[in-house]
């Protein structure tokens, strides 16, 4: 849980950078643009982004990838300039230039994209609709798209695992405890989500776990307080040694 929240906050600050006039480049593009869909909750908002990557390896995490992002009715233009260094606090881990652009409000439908690096174009597509997003490039050899397709995390969805040894905790003793609570276990389309991946049995693939362990998954439907969900996964953990239960509320 405190990944996640670090990580939102990163995206955060990175998402607020490019609200503002683009920085001169100071470093040339390295290798390919990765464009990819981001999607992230807090409580009931939504926020929708495309993140772009290119493939160098600098000093700092938060290089950034300079973006132009303009609209023309059905055709998105997005113009890639250069790199520039951290200004300020420079995050300590070797990673390239990222970027991201804003398209929570994008209403849904099929749109154009028009995509230039340096001196080179190239075109795509995006298509949006209320459940995904789909993405294409025309040269993957200039903008790479690693993930065509992202499904949508519908709102008041929680998720977790129980990473356990112990033989009589099951999925459905959980999911009973669950129900107790006021939440509906529920199953999601197939496919990639920004939180996780999920399975053809509607629910998201379990991490891997140390020999002996066994790691279940918990998605469900949740219309209460997160503060519920929390004290029962804490007073869970305490009455059974052996069991880590963790569950993400994020998205009440």
Known sequence: MRLFYLT????TALLSGCDQASPL????ITGRVQMRAQEWRTG????????FQDEGGYPCFNYGLV?????????LRLTFTGVTAADGICLT????????????TLPVGAYSLRLQVGNATTTGTLELQSTHITLTSSNPSLVEVPTPELRFMPS???WGTAVTSLPNITAAILGDSLRRLGATPTTLPQGIYSQFTVAANGLPEPPQVSPGMRALVLLADYQGPAERIQAYVQRTNAAMPGLNLGINTSAL
Do not use: M, N
């Open 8 to 11: 939102l906050l990163f995206l």
């Open 25 to 28: 480049p100071s470093l040339s």
């Open 44 to 51: 009931q908002r939504r926020t929708l982004v495309l993140r």
């Open 67 to 75: 973006t132009d992002f303009e609209r023309h009715d059905k055709l």
């Open 93 to 104: 881990a070797i990673g390239p230039a990222s970027s991201l652009v804003d398209i929570s």
């Open 156 to 158: 008041s969805i929680i």
